[in-house]
T-cell receptor, first 112, second 115 residues
Framework: GEDVEQSLFLSVREGDSSVINCTYT??????LYWYKQEPGAGLQLLTY?????DMKQDQRLTVLLNKKDKHLSLRIADTQTGDSAIYFC????????????FGKGTRLSVIA | EADIYQTPRYLVIGTGKKITLECSQT?????MYWYQQDPGMELHLIHY???????EKGDLSSESTVSRIRTEHFPLTLESARPSHTSQYLC??????????????FGSGTRLTVV
């Protein structure tokens, strides 16, 4: 079945760029998503990218998609302490009416 | 403002009790989902629903049940709570056509502790 892999932890200094990586297995996924979860809260949709795109930029966030390698990344420019959270990658399976497949989450820690 | 609501926010209950976690959304979304989240972050799909009177089991469904009598309401019931049920429970909803870029909208969660 479909699988989504992420590294579990990332630590960066305030002001630096953060890059969170994700690999997925379903080459026919239509959409890929990034969610953010702050402590004690639910997940919040950050951004998404359609599978026919290579890149999407939204303010400090840049999403890169390499379909050949089935690799997705989220770059956060000028990382702030408020960006400390868990980031989940998710894919929309090509099999149609089935739930999103989530990665296990990457915990981003921003050091002041 | 359209949103998704979960109650209670926190619950401490004794072993063997029956409990129902509530989830309601005001967005008219047809699809709703329940996830259990480990302390280690991973999300496990418990149940989901495509619409009224439609429910499906996820990966971790054997000890709970759900119902979908109204579009906006998707309660989760544990018939007999156990300490292993101690976890964060997240409800989510999405529009009818999955993967159209809308993603899921999540509630704030219910943190359940079974003693």
């Amino acid at each position: 079945g479909e699988d989504v892999e992420q590294s579990l932890f990332l630590s960066v200094r305030e002001g630096d760029s953060s890059v969170i990586n994700c690999t997925y297995t379903d080459s026919s996924s239509t959409y890929l998503y990034w969610y953010k979860q702050e402590p004690g809260a639910g997940l919040q949709l950050l951004t998404y990218i359609f599978s026919n795109m290579d890149m999407k930029q939204d303010q400090r966030l840049t999403v890169l998609l390499n379909k050949k390698d089935k690799h997705l990344s989220l770059r956060i420019a000028d990382t702030q302490t408020g960006d400390s959270a868990i980031y989940f990658c998710a894919e929309s399976p090509s099999s149609g009416n089935t739930p999103l497949v989530f990665g296990k989450g990457t915990r981003l820690s921003v050091i002041a | 403002e359209a949103d998704i609501y979960q109650t209670p926010r926190y619950l401490v209950i004794g072993t063997g009790k029956k409990i129902t976690l509530e989830c309601s959304q005001t967005m008219g979304h047809d699809k709703m989902y329940w996830y259990q989240q480990d302390p280690g972050m991973e999300l496990h799909l418990i149940h989901y629903s495509y619409g009224v009177n439609s429910t499906e089991k996820g990966d971790l469904s054997s000890e709970s049940t759900v119902s979908r009598i109204r579009t906006e309401h998707f309660p989760l019931t544990l018939e007999s709570a156990r300490p292993s049920h101690t976890s964060q429970y997240l409800c989510a909803s999405s529009k009818q056509v999955a993967g159209v870029g809308y993603g899921y909208t999540f509630g704030s969660g219910t943190r359940l502790t079974v003693v």
